[in-house]
């Protein structure tokens, strides 16, 4: 696909909104990854986390930033900590498809919360005010850089490399790399199980209201939907990119998310309404011929071997 | 008890439910036949589902797309001719200057999804795990793309309308049964035994020879197939369709009845579709603020909460759905058995 884009078209300005994209996705990634990791379960509801985190913003826009975004931290770890212990615990040793789909209903059950508090006003959508001006434009070199893609790019990165010394350095970092490896041997040799899955879980958390404060910022209408298609493509990228391991993972995410972005700013909108038809023929494609992921190597024990 | 009394039970069990759900659709009010009706279809959609995600195991997001295949398939061809090229100038000709009676729609409905089953799944089918979800996942975004743009096949992202609503209490409740029987002569016979033996163990049941690809794929066209014929009875039963009908909302409650119920077996889906819509039902009726002996009058919406709530809940406390996944079998009494 994109061999048919003509590569002038491709400018400056495209690249930069690209790879902001890329790197909020590469955010969520690492949320659905990291639990994905510890739990084995691909939580479906992860989109419905930024969105009670981008409601808490649109709620509290009358608040001072810094307020609201710590409600949006808060409410989005409470959220988050309570799925925890009422549904994935309880789950922990059911089998994915059960679990995946509990997570549906969540996502689902979600949603329908959200519809019901923001109806009481009788119009849907609410407007996080506060926050827009993140939202203007710098320019650099004669391209319109919003500032919220400078902080994204730079929270992205700082993010990352935190994880990484925590994951690299830390003994609850090796806990949990051992987990993810094989939970069983873990346990069997003194990792606790729920401390590691709290922490993966509230290190997802904290990655969500993150995901939300930069999402609410370039999109400041609340719905009950947000986030739900980006939490669907940055899945699709997860898998695409190979779930099994977190690096892989967030590289589908981040990969995804620049392709997205790359597709959009460059194709006529005329010329775009067969785009998704193409894009998931693609991962079709692309899963068909290396279904443990693109940047997997070998073969995974996710994938059955028949 | 014989290996037939034995199997006659295990079949009579969900078409009794479906039968008793059809009787009660003379009892009722008109707005509650509407909902019965769509309970039924649901079963229809919900053990089509079953047929390959329950016998297989493997998860599926991409039979929706099946449904949606038939319901537009059925519908276009269903359409009044005088009418047709008026609503949906942009047809193919073929579409636009014909149109069959009902239930030759259905079996057009039925064949459209088989044969879509069989295109996707030949490549798709040698997929398990999560890349199979993901690959199914893709295959109803690519069909719901086609179906929303296309507008020589359909109606585009506007809503098809004026199909003839014939789908009464007769031919959901028939339906239904026609869709049960199919499932559970499948499930019974040599290629649904070799499925559901790759379900347990995929590594074992290749060892003693079972082509895995060649019984998913099996499987995935009967699926198919059942499909664009629920989806045939939805469009027929709703009167008009728009793309979103038959997306992202439908096949998430379509599993979730499914898992409810319990995956495993052909009783657990019938009683997911029948339950799950039941308490819709009530629900509704509930924020209505009709109320059973008293009046509860709960703020709209409410209904979708409550549903949720239900859903989560069943399925962390009873993750193997009600039924445990197993068919219905009577007591057996047999001498030095606990």
């Known amino acids: 696909m994109s061999l048919a884009i003509p590569l002038a078209s491709i400018d400056a300005q495209t690249l930069v909104d690209a790879l902001g994209l890329g790197a909020v996705y590469a955010l969520m990634a690492v949320g659905i990854g990291l639990v994905f990791g510890v739990l084995r379960l691909v939580n479906f509801a992860y989109g419905q986390l930024v969105m009670a985190g981008a409601y808490t913003l649109a709620y509290t826009s009358d608040w001072p930033i810094v307020a609201s975004i710590v409600a949006c931290f808060a409410v989005v770890i409470m959220l988050s900590s309570l799925m925890e212990r009422l549904v994935f615990r309880p789950l922990r040793t059911q089998s994915p498809a059960v679990m995946l789909v509990t997570t549906f209903a ?87 199980a729920d401390r590691v899955i709290s922490t993966a879980v509230l290190l997802s958390a904290l990655l969500a209201a993150t995901v939300a404060v930069i999402l609410t910022v370039q999109f400041p209408l609340v719905t ?25 993972a967030t590289l589908g995410g981040f990969a995804i998310g620049f392709a997205s972005g790359i597709i959009n700013g460059a194709l006529p909108t005329e010329n775009t309404v067969y785009l998704p038809s193409v894009l998931f023929a693609l991962v079709i494609l692309v899963l068909l011929i290396r279904p443990a992921g693109l940047f997997a190597r070998g073969g995974s024990s996710l994938v059955e071997r028949v | 008890m014989s290996r037939h009394a034995r199997a006659l039970v295990q079949l009579a069990a969900p078409v009794l439910l479906v039968i008793l759900t059809g009787l009660a659709c003379g009892l009722a009010g008109r707005a509650t036949e509407i909902e019965i009706l769509s309970a ?59 149109t069959i009676g009902n239930v030759p729609s ?41 179906l929303r743009e296309w507008t020589a ?41 070799k499925l559901r033996a790759t379900r347990e163990d995929p590594a074992a049941a290749a060892g003693v020879g079972i082509n895995v690809h060649r019984e998913r794929l099996w499987g995935f066209v009967l699926s198919g197939a059942l499909s664009g014929f629920a989806g045939g009875l939805l469009v027929h039963l709703l009167g008009s369709i728009t793309t979103e009908d038959v997306y992202l ?45 008293f009046t509860v009058n709960l703020p709209s919406g409410t209904r979708l909460v409550a549903l949720g709530v239900l859903m989560a809940a069943m399925l962390v406390l009873r993750p193997t759905g009600v039924t445990g996944g197993r068919e219905l079998s009577l007591p057996t009494w047999r001498k030095g058995e606990a």
Not at chain 2, 77 to 90: E, F, H, R, W, Y
Not at chain 2, 174 to 180: F, K, Q, R, S
Not at chain 2, 264 to 291: F, K, M, Q, Y
Request: overall charge neutral; some cysteine.
């Open chain 1, 106 to 192: 969540l996502a689902f059950l979600l949603q329908n919360i959200a519809l019901l508090i923001d109806l009481r006003d009788n119009t849907i959508g609410e407007a996080a005010a506060s926050i827009a001006p993140l939202n203007r434009a710098i320019v650099i070199g004669g391209v319109d850089v919003r500032k919220i893609t400078i902080v994204t790019l730079i929270v992205a990165f700082c993010a990352l490399t935190a994880l990484a010394l925590l994951l690299g350095r830390t003994t609850i970092g090796l806990h949990m790399r051992a987990a993810a490896t094989d939970f069983r041997t873990a346990r069997m040799l003194g990792v606790r």
């Open chain 1, 224 to 248: 009950p939907d947000f986030a739900l298609r980006d939490t669907i493509v940055v899945l699709v990228g997860v898998v695409v990119g190979g779930i099994d391991r977190l690096w892989t």
């Open chain 2, 40 to 98: 039924l279809v649901s079963v229809s959609t919900v053990v089509a589902v079953y047929v390959f995600v329950g016998n297989s195991g493997v998860l599926s997001f991409g039979q929706i797309s099946f449904v949606a295949l038939g319901a537009f398939t059925s519908g276009v061809m269903t359409i009044p001719l005088d009418s047709k090229a008026g609503v949906l100038p942009q047809l193919f000709p073929i579409l636009r200057d014909h």
């Open chain 2, 153 to 193: 096949i359909g109606p585009g992202a506007t809503t098809l309308a004026l199909v003839p609503e014939t789908t009464d209490a007769l031919q959901a409740t028939l339906g239904a049964i026609g869709v049960i029987v199919a499932a559970f002569a499948y499930q019974g016979s040599r290629l649904g035994r």
């Open chain 2, 106 to 146: 259905l079996a057009l409905a039925a064949l459209v999804g088989g044969a879509a089953a069989l295109l996707v799944g030949i490549p798709l089918m040698r997929l398990s795990g999560l890349a199979a979800g993901i690959a199914t996942f893709a295959v109803l975004e690519i069909t719901h793309n086609l």
């Open chain 2, 249 to 293: 909302e439908l096949t998430f409650l379509t599993l979730a009845m499914l898992v409810v119920g319990g995956s495993t077996s052909l009783l657990g889906a019938v009683v997911g579709a029948l339950l799950v819509s039941g308490i819709d039902t009530l629900l509704s009726h509930a924020e209505d603020g009709i109320g059973i002996g």
